[in-house]
C-alpha cells in the first residue's frame, strides 16, 4: 500500500527535473543567470550532455561535403580508404563524431577538476563542488556548437558552397581574421575568426556562470570568463587546425 505513492512521486520528481533540465537550456539563451541559479542547487547536466552529442553528429554530417578539402593529401587519402558499412561518408561522420564527444568529455573532466582546485586555493564559495562546474560546463560548451551551426548556415549568404575549401572560410560570421587576411599561420588565423560578436555572447555566458556559482565580483568573473573562453578556443583552434594539416 504504501509503495504505489512512493513510486508515483518519485516518477513526478523526475518529470520535474526533466522539465527543469530542458528549462535551463532554454533559459541558456533567454535567461543564463536563471540556469545557473538552478544548476547551483541542482547541479544536473545529463540532457545538456545529450544535446551536445546530437549536436556534434549533426555538425559532422553537415560538414561533410567540405571533409576531404579540409584535410591534408595525407589524411584525405586515409580517410578514402577507410569505409563504415561500404560507406566513406559514414566512417568520416563517425570518426569527426566521436573525436568531438571524446574530446568534449576530456576537456569537461579536466577543465572542471582544474577549476575545483583553483577555487580551492583561492577559497572562493566552499560549498561549491566538482559536480556544480561539470555541470555548468556542460551548459556553457553548448554556445560552441551552435555558433558553428551559425557560420555554416550563413556560407550560401557569404559566399559559394564551392569557394569553400579551406578550414578558415567556413568562419563566415564577420571577425578579426577579415582583418588581416594576410596572415599565413593557420593557428593564428583560425584563432582571430573566433573573436566575433558571437564571442561577446559566448563570454556573457560564461561570465554569469562563473559569477552565480561562485559568488565574486562581476570583474572577476568577467576576468576568469575570458581565461576559460581562450582556454577553449586555444584548444579548438589546435585540435580543427592540425586535423587538417
Known amino acids: 500500500m504504501l509503495r504505489v505513492p512512493t513510486i508515483q512521486c518519485f516518477g513526478g520528481f523526475k518529470i520535474i527535473v526533466m522539465r527543469e533540465s530542458w528549462r535551463n537550456l532554454i533559459d541558456?539563451?533567454?535567461n543564463p543567470k536563471a540556469t545557473f541559479t538552478r544548476l547551483k542547487s541542482r547541479p544536473k547536466w545529463g540532457v545538456a550532455f545529450a544535446v551536445f552529442c546530437v549536436l556534434v553528429v549533426l555538425?559532422?554530417?553537415?560538414?561533410?561535403?567540405?571533409?576531404?578539402?579540409?584535410l591534408s593529401p595525407r589524411h584525405?587519402?586515409?580517410?578514402?580508404?577507410?569505409?563504415?558499412?561500404?560507406s566513406i561518408k559514414a566512417a568520416s561522420m563517425v570518426l569527426i563524431a566521436v573525436s568531438g564527444i571524446v574530446l568534449g568529455i576530456l576537456c569537461a573532466?579536466?577543465?572542471?577538476?582544474?577549476?575545483?582546485v583553483v577555487s580551492r586555493v583561492f577559497k572562493v564559495?566552499?560549498?561549491?563542488?566538482?559536480?556544480?562546474?561539470?555541470?555548468?560546463w556542460w551548459h556553457t560548451i553548448l554556445i560552441n556548437p551552435l555558433i558553428l551551426f551559425i557560420n555554416i548556415a550563413f556560407i550560401p549568404v557569404f559566399r559559394r558552397v564551392e569557394e569553400v575549401e579551406a578550414l578558415i572560410d567556413i568562419r563566415v560570421i564577420?571577425?578579426?581574421h577579415m582583418l588581416v587576411p594576410f596572415i599565413?599561420?593557420?593557428?593564428?588565423?583560425?584563432f582571430l575568426s573566433f573573436v566575433d560578436i558571437l564571442a561577446i555572447w559566448n563570454i556573457f555566458v560564461l561570465t554569469v556562470a562563473v559569477a552565480t556559482l561562485t559568488e565574486i565580483s562581476k570583474t572577476k568573473a568577467g576576468l576568469t570568463a575570458v581565461i576559460i573562453w581562450l582556454l577553449r578556443v586555444g584548444i579548438d583552434v589546435i585540435f580543427q587546425v592540425s586535423s587538417a594539416s
Open 109 to 116: 573532466v579536466g577543465f572542471s577538476a582544474i577549476l575545483i
Open 76 to 86: 584525405a587519402s586515409r580517410l578514402a580508404g577507410f569505409e563504415l558499412l561500404g
Open 28 to 30: 541558456l539563451i533567454a
Open 184 to 190: 599565413e599561420n593557420q593557428y593564428l588565423l583560425v
Open 125 to 136: 564559495n566552499e560549498a561549491l563542488k566538482f559536480k556544480h562546474i561539470f555541470a555548468a
Open 59 to 70: 555538425l559532422a554530417w553537415m560538414i561533410f561535403p567540405f571533409t576531404l578539402r579540409f
Open 174 to 176: 564577420p571577425g578579426i
